[in-house]
């Protein structure tokens, strides 16, 4: 209809060009130029209205932005410093474009997987999700910071939201193998810290609440800072002290909300992991990797890492493997007393602190480095295979733009067949902002948001991955936000095959050519092999190793909302 109006008005135009030419061509030349003229200058806003039309009728989501209301606006950047990397933030109101909130959208089949539901947000940006068997979870910051709720089979819609303060900052960890979910809120003004614990039948009413004693503005809630244990007993989460500037670990009964263990520590705390059963927690400590015996509050072990900031360490389900990284990758695996390094991996100008995981069997590790030197606009993805501490492959990305690609996140099924990689991405979208590998590293799902991913997660068995995305780029200014859960199609289990030999002892460092081939150099110290069990069951409790003095602590600077690696 609209091109067939279009069609009429432009042959219309044209006849009256040619009647005009042609008139000037006679005796009558300037009286019939000068009404040719009149009706053109007529015809001419009708045409521009149609156009116009036309185009709007084509760009629907132009016309959704356009109309978005002002509100609370966000950037955040990544820079480098000989310590590690720092992610700063910049908030400010004004207008910016959001996501049309075009929920619920129907499945869509393609060749990396079905996308199950998209929920969309105009203002708050979904800064964590937390994926259990049944339902996802997930953290919004900035004006309508909350909790929601959804359910995997459902269309997108929330069940039911929480929240204290309505703006802010919040976190969320759901446990794996039960219906229990913490979550951690801070208020715009940061002086304002609380935790609460929920189950998904809670309908928006905590199950308890506990108000945190310390806080520090520069250092809000966020999905790091939560974490709670697979069995869904044990919450733990770590709040700092602006005041004093220690930071302490805390740990709750997950049921009735009861303090069972502070560790306090002047090494600032950015994240927290916890064993399946709760009885280990690893806390990321700037540039150092301490583990906790929960119930004691002893230091099972501490190592110091290769650099702090946009960073955070995971954990196997029974604690026997856990990675750190910075300007290197490092694993330490549980061999019957202690935990030695088994696997040391680095590249020049590359910064693996943002997209680490761990299977819960311990058998995977996977990567995601960023070259900081070219703007974060060139990475790759590393898997590992921790009993062999072989490579099993790499997956690189590049692009272009003025935007930067930090890797923000990563997560794992049991079993290291499904790793998933979260990125702010590029300016242009070079690769989605989050991808999907199995163990041959083999792109098998992704989730191309219009904006930077913030969070991702993935099932147990592997069959759903989860992110969450801010609605423009982090790197601009502007909010809202979306949680997208895609379904994988079925596929064969892949047989890993080990590609380069990279074995490593405590002191190997692994070297790779620009195509991330790495090249044994010391023999491999022989360690214990994780085996998963239907019950993971935490190790022997190592020696205690004493622990190196921290190192001076510099002033907090303000957390970064999700930008490439380090925090800007």
Not at 251 to 271: E, K
Request: proline residues 8%; without cysteine; charged residues 10%.
């Amino acid at each position: 209809m609209r091109e067939d109006s279009m069609k009429r008005v432009s042959t219309t135009i044209k006849t009256h060009l040619i009647r005009g030419a042609f008139s000037m061509k006679t005796k009558h030349t300037a009286q019939s130029a000068i009404r040719n003229l009149r009706i053109l200058t007529r015809l001419f806003p009708v045409f521009a209205l149609a156009l116009l039309a036309l185009f709007v009728a084509a760009n629907p989501s132009t016309r959704g932005e356009a109309d978005r209301a002002a509100g609370v606006t966000h950037r955040a950047f990544s820079r480098v410093t000989p310590q590690g990397i720092i992610q700063s933030t910049q908030i400010h109101s004004s207008k910016a474009p959001s996501m049309a909130p075009t929920l619920p959208e129907s499945r869509v089949l393609g060749p990396s997987g079905n996308t199950v539901w998209q929920y969309n947000d105009a203002t708050a940006i979904a800064d964590g999700v937390s994926i259990d068997a049944h339902n996802v979870w997930g953290a919004w910051l900035l004006s309508g910071a909350r909790l929601t709720i959804h359910a995997i089979m459902g269309n997108g819609t929330p069940a039911w939201s929480f929240s204290s303060f309505g703006s802010g900052n919040s976190g969320v960890a759901a446990a794996k193998a039960a219906d229990r979910s913490g979550f951690m809120e801070s208020n715009a003004a940061g002086n304002d810290f609380r935790q609460h614990g929920f189950r998904s039948s809670s309908n928006g009413t905590p199950d308890w609440s506990f108000p945190y004693p310390v806080s520090d503005p520069n250092l809000p809630a966020s999905s790091r800072k939560v974490a709670t244990s697979r069995d869904g007993s044990t919450i733990a989460a770590v709040v700092s002290d602006s005041t004093t500037q220690n930071s302490t670990l805390y740990v709750f009964d997950a049921n009735t909300g009861a303090v069972t263990r502070t560790w306090t520590d002047p090494l600032r705390m950015d994240g927290v992991a916890l064993t399946d059963n709760g009885s280990i927690a690893l806390v990321t400590q700037d540039n150092r990797a301490t583990l906790i015996n929960t119930s004691s509050g002893n230091i099972i072990f501490s190592v110091a890492g290769s650099g702090a900031g946009n960073i955070f360490y995971p954990i196997s389900g029974d604690g026997s493997v856990f990675a750190v990284g910075g300007f290197n990758f490092d694993v330490y695996a549980f061999n019957g007393s202690t935990y030695t390094q088994v696997i040391h991996f680095t590249r020049a100008s590359f910064w693996f602190g943002g997209g680490s995981t761990v299977s819960h069997d311990g058998s995977t590790v996977g990567t995601f480095g960023a070259n900081y030197a070219n703007n974060w606009l060139s990475g790759e993805v590393y898997l590992f295979d921790v009993p062999s501490h072989n490579m099993l492959g790499s997956y690189p990305v590049s692009g272009t733009g003025m935007y930067q690609g930090t890797p923000i996140g990563a997560g794992s099924n049991d079993n290291g067949t499904v790793m998933a990689f979260a990125s702010w991405g590029t300016q242009f979208h070079d690769w989605p902002e989050v991808m999907v590998f199995n163990r041959n590293v083999q792109l098998i799902g992704q989730i191309n948001f219009p904006g930077s991913a913030f969070s991702v997660d993935v099932t147990t068995d592997g069959q759903y991955v989860v992110g969450g995305a801010k609605a423009v780029h982090a790197n601009q200014f502007g909010s809202g936000g979306r949680i997208e859960l895609i379904q994988l199609q079925s596929s064969p289990t892949p047989t890993p095959t080990a590609t380069p030999a990279i074995t490593a002892s405590p002191t190997s460092t692994a070297t790779t050519t620009p195509t991330a081939t790495a090249t044994a150099t010391a023999t491999p110290t022989a360690i214990a092999t994780a085996t998963p069990t239907a019950t993971a069951t935490p190790p022997t409790t190592p020696t205690s190793t004493p622990k190196p003095s921290p190192t001076p602590r510099t002033a907090p600077t303000p957390r970064p909302r999700p930008t490439p690696p380090p925090r800007p």
